[in-house]
């Protein structure tokens, strides 16, 4: 009886609190308002030269909307939204965008090839524990271009990345790094701490 249920009005409270929030350590990061690739770096731990470098940067890119190489609030709270809350389809727009480094609207051989081996070396502790044979970087961009790439024109398409990620549970979990970038920034800041 003493027990209140939660309203839609309580549950946007809470989501404006936690959003006034974020602002405040946003705005602490960031006192210019945006941030720049080596202050994402910095923030979230990264070595501006190492293994994971690349992969922040195609990060970077994707939570860049406006294309003006910084990241607003706005864009960081949407990015966040997304990493968080958003489904499977949303999150493979997402991962797309990281795995087409120039752009242009699909992922060549190069490109595809650049991202597996950033996984690869990020992965490379808990690969080694799997106990299952480890296909090369090569080997697993064949696969991948073989399955997903329907028209064999040696480009992945948005449709085409999408829908073979959700056809095939291998690449799927191939792209696991991607799918939940969340884990991986939260993983990133943990052992910024420790550094």
Not at 39 to 47: A, H, N, Q, S
Not at 56 to 74: P, Q, S
Not at 99 to 120: F, T
């Amino acid at each position: 009886m003493g027990q209140t249920q939660p309203t839609e009005q309580n549950e946007q409270e809470i989501e404006v609190k936690a959003l006034q929030e974020m602002y405040k350590k946003f705005v602490t990061e960031c006192p210019s308002g945006v941030l720049f690739l080596h202050e994402f770096k910095r923030f979230f731990g990264v070595d501006p030269t190492g293994e994971v470098s690349e992969y922040a940067e195609g990060m970077f890119r994707a939570f860049d909307k406006n294309g003006d190489n910084t990241i607003d609030f706005l864009e960081f709270v949407a990015a966040l939204n997304l990493v968080f809350r958003g489904d499977l389809e949303h999150k493979l727009r997402w991962s797309f965008k990281v795995y087409d480094k120039d752009g242009n609207g699909y992922v060549d051989r190069k490109e595809l090839r650049a991202i597996i081996d950033s996984i690869y070396r990020i992965k490379k502790t808990s690969m080694r524990n799997q106990g299952e044979p480890q296909l090369s970087v090569d080997e697993v961009c064949e696969r991948i271009l073989r399955s997903v790439d329907v028209d064999g024109d040696g480009h992945i398409t948005l449709d085409e990345f999408i829908a073979g990620a959700q056809q095939d549970s291998w690449i799927l979990n191939m792209l696991k790094l991607d799918m939940n970038p969340s884990g991986w920034v939260l993983e990133q800041r943990r052992k910024s701490a420790f550094f």
